[in-house]
Structures are given as C-alpha cells and as structure tokens.
C-alpha cells in the first residue's frame, strides 16, 4: 500500500540557509499534518491543511511557511535556519480529520550546522 | 492550557506479563484520543482511536486502550508483553472544537519488554 513519502530524508544546511520539506500523502488523503520532533522529545505540532486550505497552526516559528498544492502535495519552507531547528520532521496525511488516524511518513532530518 | 501526560518515562515488563503504559489529558470537551508507536529512526505508526462508545478499544498487535472519561485518562494495556513490542508509545489528543485538525502528543513512554 501506498504511504507517505518525504524528500529528502536528510538534509544539511549553514545557519542562515534555506530548506524546503516535500510530503507526498497517500492517495485520496486531503489533510497534510507537519511535525517537528527534537532529539528525545515528543511531536511538536507546527500546522495542517485541508483541501488545500490552512486549517490549523501550532508552533510554527514565523521563519517558516507551508502550503499545500492542487495535487495535495505539501511543502514547508524555512528561511533564515538556526542550530535549534536542527531535528526529525514528520509529515502526516489523513482522510478529512474528524478523528480520523494519521499516516505519518518516515521523516526529513534536518542537520543545521 | 491543553495537554496530554504520560507519567512514566520508561516502562519495565517482562515477556508474557501484562503491560500498562499511562495516559491522562486535559482538554476540555470530548476530544479524539489515540495512541502511536514509534520505532528507532522511523515515523509513528498508528495503534488504535477512542471516538465514541464503548469504552475499550482493540487496536493493532493485540493492544487495547481504556478511556475513562471521569479520570480522563486513556491507558495503553496488552495482555501479555511481546519483545518485539519494545518501543517508544505516544498517546495523543485532539480537540474537537478544532475539527481534530490540531494534534497534542504527550512526551512519550519507553517500554522495554525483557526476555
């Protein structure tokens, strides 16, 4: 079965650098969740989209910005990187929310040197 | 503020035992409630959900999880503890009021399962 797929798994960039995230959902899925997980520590929220809208926004740094595309891809964008935004980040699809589970996709690690 | 907890860093049981790992919240309303596992350097894998109805839910590998909506927990059992069940488990919320488009995650809990 399909899952989600993230590019690039890993990533390496200067500080002040820029990175973009890619998150392929599976199929017919039209919400997209974005997560960052640092060394030992639970998923941190950063935002969602449905059908293509923002539906939710949680600790996204201002220095970052996502969006979702007509074929429900998603990027997320981050300018200006710092040492702390070194860490695992996970995309996430579901079938509409509404308590639907989330398929998460194996992770972008980021390496801010 | 909302938040889910996970008392328990670190849970110890040995194969075949039965295996508890602990889960409260506080989030107002009656919010989704589910439980992931995460294996070394890969991405959550989704366990089972609470939505409404009956209060145990039977998920995958044999888990099941109790809500108790007085105590406001959510408790991630199994009836006998597997080694390969080793891994790091989240318990997660999400508010309806937000159309459960906004996910919190507790800390996590450790479960290693000795042979």
């Known amino acids: 079965a399909a899952g989600v797929i993230q590019s690039p798994r890993h990533l390496i960039k200067e500080k002040r650098e820029t990175a973009t995230l890619k998150c392929y959902p599976i199929p017919r899925h039209d919400t997209v969740y974005w997560y960052q997980q640092g060394p030992g520590q639970d998923p941190q929220f950063l935002i969602s989209f449905y059908e293509k809208m923002q539906s939710d926004k949680g600790s996204i740094p201002d220095r970052f910005s996502a969006q979702q595309f007509s074929d429900y891809h998603s990027e997320l964008n981050m300018s200006s990187l710092e040492l702390g935004d070194s860490a695992l980040y996970f995309c996430?699809?579901?079938?509409?929310?509404?308590?639907?589970?989330?398929?998460f996709g194996p992770g972008t690690r980021l390496t801010v040197l | 503020a909302q938040s889910v907890a996970q008392p328990e860093d670190q849970v110890n049981v040995a194969e075949g035992n039965p295996l508890t790992v602990k889960c409260t919240y506080s989030v107002s309303g009656n919010p989704y409630l589910f439980w992931y596992v995460q294996y070394p350097n890969r991405g959550l894998q989704f366990l089972l959900k609470?939505?409404?109805?009956?209060?145990l839910v039977k998920g995958s590998y044999g888990f099941e999880a109790e809500f108790n909506k007085s105590q406001t927990s959510f408790h991630l059992k199994k009836p006998s503890a597997l080694v390969s069940d080793s891994a790091l488990y989240f318990c997660?919320?999400?508010?309806?009021?937000?159309?459960?488009?906004?996910?919190?995650f507790g800390a996590g809990t450790r479960l290693f399962v000795k042979a």
């Open positions: 609470y939505i409404t109805g009956d209060n």
């Open positions: 996430a699809s579901s079938w509409t929310s509404g308590g639907d589970e989330q398929f």
């Open positions: 997660a919320v999400s508010p309806r009021n937000t159309g459960g488009f906004k996910t919190i």
